[in-house]
């Protein structure tokens, strides 16, 4: 009887959810995947603009946060650099923008302590599992340029 009653309440908590509650956000895990090298990170890569494709993701290394601004990435001119320590190869994106594509911020206050149009970024998951996910994020008009490139 606890067990049927106990998965009426997790299906109720499911429905009154909604769908996306149940089912993993692909565009999320995507992005988790590319930064962090986990679908389900420690901690989460946040989403602020999904139209504008804006995220936050901790760097714990020196305790502060990333704004990246992937939208304004120019993936056309993107380029991926290997570097070796030995036998194990470590991946990184070279992605440069016409606007700010990052930003360091305070970890408390939000403020914005630097900006940069370029950005060279630690890949830590598996090359083309990473590539994979970028596709994810950069598919189907997700995190594009809304203004087209002046070719001059």
């Known amino acids: ?73 120019d993936m056309d001119r993107a380029r991926f650099n290997t570097r070796y320590s030995g036998a194990r190869a470590f991946y990184e994106l070279d992605v440069r923008g016409d606007d700010v594509i990052l930003e360091y911020l305070d970890p408390k206050t939000r403020a914005v302590l630097q900006s940069y149009r370029s950005a060279l970024i630690a890949l830590p998951g598996g090359i083309e599992q990473t590539r994979r996910a970028l596709d994810v994020v950069f598919a189907d008009g997700n995190c594009k340029s809304a203004e087209p490139k002046v070719p001059f």
């Open 1 to 73: 009887m606890m067990r049927v009653l106990g998965g009426m309440v997790v299906l109720g908590a499911t429905l009154w959810l909604g769908p996306s509650a149940a089912a993993p956000d692909l565009f999320q895990q995507a992005v988790a995947y590319v930064f962090t090298g986990r679908v389900e990170p420690d901690e989460p890569v946040e989403i602020v603009d999904r139209k504008t494709c804006v995220v936050i993701v901790p760097d714990t290394r020196f305790n502060r946060l990333v704004r990246y601004y992937l939208g304004r990435f």
